[in-house]
């Protein structure tokens, strides 16, 4: 589980490291790092997905570590409310950017003649500043189209401990 602080709020989010470990593997090296930290999200399209975790407040990329095996034929599906690794036209792309549903998105899951969008986790608690997020005003922002016109900052992403 990992908790996020936003400036719109805080949610948590479950990953499914059985179906997706190296996804999930990747995903928490960046959280470890304390890489999420100041980032943005920079792509918000409501009704659609919100994405983040590689743009600065200015958005500038920052350096990531090598990208990861696709995992979106793991069964997964891209329905509300879940995580999926973010990727460019390359298949195998995926790096630090991910981003959380708003609806269920199924054109994005795996396919034949269409690889999709590995799920990698699902947001468990916070579905309401999610959806607040994706709220905000939007428009053409730093060469950025669907940029939120002020920025939606994630303050932190940490590993919750497990209860013992």
Do not use: C, W
């Not at 920079?42 to 407040?57: D, N």
């Not at 200015?58 to 990208?67: E, G, L, N, R």
């Not at 922002?141 to 669907?146: A, F």
């Amino acid at each position: 589980m990992v908790r996020f602080e936003t400036t719109h709020g805080d949610f948590t989010v479950e990953l499914h490291e059985r179906e997706a470990p190296q996804s999930v593997a990747n995903f928490l090296r960046y959280v470890d790092e304390g890489f999420f930290d100041g980032t943005l999200f920079h792509r918000i399209v409501p009704g659609f997905v919100i994405q983040g975790g590689g743009l600065t407040s200015d958005f500038k990329s920052k350096p990531t570590h090598a990208p990861v095996h696709n995992e979106a034929d793991n069964g997964l599906r891209n329905q509300r409310g879940t995580l999926s690794m973010a990727r460019t036209d390359q298949i195998h792309s995926a790096t630090s950017q991910f981003f959380v549903n708003l609806a269920d998105n199924a054109f994005l899951d795996h396919s034949p003649g269409q690889y999709g969008y590995a799920v990698f986790g699902r947001v468990t608690e916070g579905m309401d500043v999610i959806d607040r997020i994706a709220a905000v005003s939007t428009g053409r922002r730093r060469g950025y189209t669907d940029a939120p016109l002020e920025d939606v900052l994630i303050r932190s992403a940490r590993r919750l401990q497990p209860a013992k």
